[in-house]
T-cell receptor, first 114, second 112 residues
Framework: AQSVAQPEDQVNVAEGNPLTVKCTYS??????LFWYVQYPNRGLQFLLK??????LVKGSYGFEAEFNKSQTSFHLKKPSALVSDSALYFC????????????FGSGTRLSIRP | EAGVAQSPRYKIIEKRQSVAFWCNPI?????LYWYQQILGQGPKLLIQ????????DSQLPKDRFSAERLKGVDSTLKIQPAKLEDSAVYLC??????????FGSGTRLTVV
């Protein structure tokens, strides 16, 4: 079975400071990992993904994430937060090479204060 | 390329009424998904289609929810009769391969 945990319901960061949104996963086999962002009254927008290769993945809007196989984590990071980054962030996992579905975490609300 | 189209954007119905949602995936995407997102929670898969066949409907409340994708392209999700707890955003997504999923803007359903 696949599962994703986002241990923080909310993360508060001052503008200009670095931010981290945590994600851990559980899946048998090779994981495909994703981060999506959701703004109010909008659908899910793709940020970045890890399929294979370099453990550090760079994505949209200056975000990046690091795949850590030993810790089964895929934390989302950004060196300098913007107020416009305030949104709901979802981590998701798929078991690679199978017909399995994409499973989402419960989401983390990121709030960037000016 | 055009995105995943969903309609309507919003729907308000009374409990025990029926409602239907429509999704048109990205052209050529064989796999289509319907997710339910309750406020404050992550999306939960309701049903997954591969072309016009069902791959996974294990979390679909089959006593009231139904979905079809007759020609392997667009899809409809129906709820009959609706309950208050069905209030949620219903998201449609499509994919060509496992490493790329595109979501529609969703339909926000309010059951009163």
């Amino acid at each position: 079975a696949q599962s994703v945990a986002q241990p923080e319901d909310q993360v508060n960061v001052a503008e200009g400071n670095p931010l981290t949104v945590k994600c851990t996963y559980s899946v048998s086999g090779n994981p495909y990992l994703f981060w999506y962002v959701q703004y109010p009254n909008r659908g899910l927008q793709f940020l970045l993904k890890y399929i294979t290769g370099d453990n550090l993945v760079k994505g949209s809007y200056g975000f990046e994430a690091e795949f850590n196989k030993s810790q089964t984590s895929f934390h989302l990071k950004k060196p300098s937060a913007l107020v416009s980054d305030s949104a709901l962030y979802f981590c998701a996992v798929v078991r690679g090479g199978s017909a399995s579905k994409i499973i989402f975490g419960s989401g983390t609300r990121l709030s960037i204060r000016p | 390329e055009a995105g995943v189209a969903q309609s309507p954007r919003y729907k308000i119905i009374e409990k025990r009424q029926s409602v239907a949602f429509w999704c048109n995936p990205i052209s050529g995407h064989a796999t289509l998904y319907w997710y339910q997102q309750i406020l404050g929670q992550g999306p939960k898969l309701l049903i997954q289609f591969q072309n016009n066949g069902v791959v996974d409907d294990s979390q679909l409340p089959k006593d009231r929810f139904s979905a079809e994708r007759l020609k392997g392209v667009d899809s409809t999700l129906k709820i009959q009769p609706a309950k208050l707890e069905d209030s949620a955003v219903y998201l449609c997504a499509s994919s060509l391969t496992q490493d790329g999923y595109t979501f529609g803007s969703g339909t926000r359903l309010t059951v009163v």
